[in-house]
């Protein structure tokens, strides 16, 4: 295979999916009101208790009717069921936590209260010799944030160029089916997708499908010495570091790259 074909192969593979899921796969707005711990009985019991609410209203000038103590009593079990969905819900992701999300769980516990809207990088200070510089606009701060996060290459040490290195550790290549379809298994289900806009749990459902195709590229790349160009392009996403007295320094900001996990 050559890299013509295999840059061919990759392509049609990715458009395959990225089609599929346009056509099959149902597209969930997620905003900053969208709430994860709700249920079903929750919309039942808020419709039941909207609906009490509407018939009180329209008999308030009667105080003894039963309507008022009926909706009384369904809107504190509403309220009830409300608080405990959403502390089970904390609860349970608590215990199926693993070692990365216990950073997010610091973060959410360790950060100031907040109204849940997006927050904004403020002007960024920083020095350029003994002179103070700021980053006003959004181009400004990206340049200053890529200079902290990927700092230049040290200078080529003249002396170091003659000194023998080991030799390099022999890896066998050779690539199972089976390999790749334990891989796509244990792949994280719901992490934000690269570039390509491919899900994880794409990858996890259709493992049955995708395995054959991938043994054929992968097994390409590693006997030919081939790589697939787009698979080495990411986005990063600057997030705050919890706990800091002041976000107007790029050091008070860390990467997150998402890759394209094929």
């Known amino acids: 295979m050559s890299q013509r074909q295999l840059d061919s192969r990759c392509n049609k593979l990715t458009k395959t999916i990225q089609n599929t899921i346009k056509e099959q796969v149902p597209i969930t707005e997620v905003t900053l009101k969208s709430k994860r711990w709700w249920t079903k009985e929750l919309t039942q019991l808020r419709k039941e ?19 008022h103590e009926e909706h009384k009593k369904v809107s504190k079990i509403y309220g009830d069921t409300l608080e405990y ?18 950073w997010t769980v ?19 200070k920083g020095k350029v010799g003994d ?37 390099q ?11 790749i ?3 796509l298994c244990k792949l994280k289900p719901y992490k934000a997708p690269g570039p390509d806009g491919i899900p994880n749990i794409i990858l ?33 996403v600057v997030l705050r570091k919890p706990g800091k007295p002041q976000y107007n320094v790029p050091k008070a900001y860390r990467p997150i790259a998402l890759l394209n996990t094929m």
């Not at 208790?49 to 309507?67: F, V």
């Not at 969905?85 to 216990?102: F, G, M, N, S, V």
């Open 49 to 67: 208790a909207n609906k009490l609410g509407r018939q009180s209203y329209k008999r308030r000038s009667e105080p003894e009717h039963t309507i």
């Open 106 to 124: 610091n973060k959410l516990i360790s950060s100031a209260a907040s109204d849940g809207g997006k927050a904004r990088i403020p002007i960024l």
């Open 131 to 167: 002179q103070e510089t700021s980053a006003n606009t959004n181009d400004e701060k990206s340049a200053a944030l890529a200079k902290g996060f990927f700092p230049p290459k040290p200078q080529t040490d003249e002396e170091k160029q003659g000194l023998k290195y080991p030799q």
């Open 85 to 102: 969905t959403k502390k089970q819900h904390w609860h349970d992701w608590l215990e199926r936590a693993e070692d990365l999300d216990i």
């Open 204 to 236: 996890t459902k259709c493992a049955h499908l995708l395995t054959d195709r991938l043994l054929h590229i992968y097994k390409a790349m590693f006997e030919r010495n081939l790589l697939y160009n787009p698979w080495k392009r990411f986005t990063t």
């Open 169 to 179: 550790v022999k890896v066998s290549c050779k690539i199972t089916t089976e390999q």
């Open 181 to 183: 379809q334990k891989q």
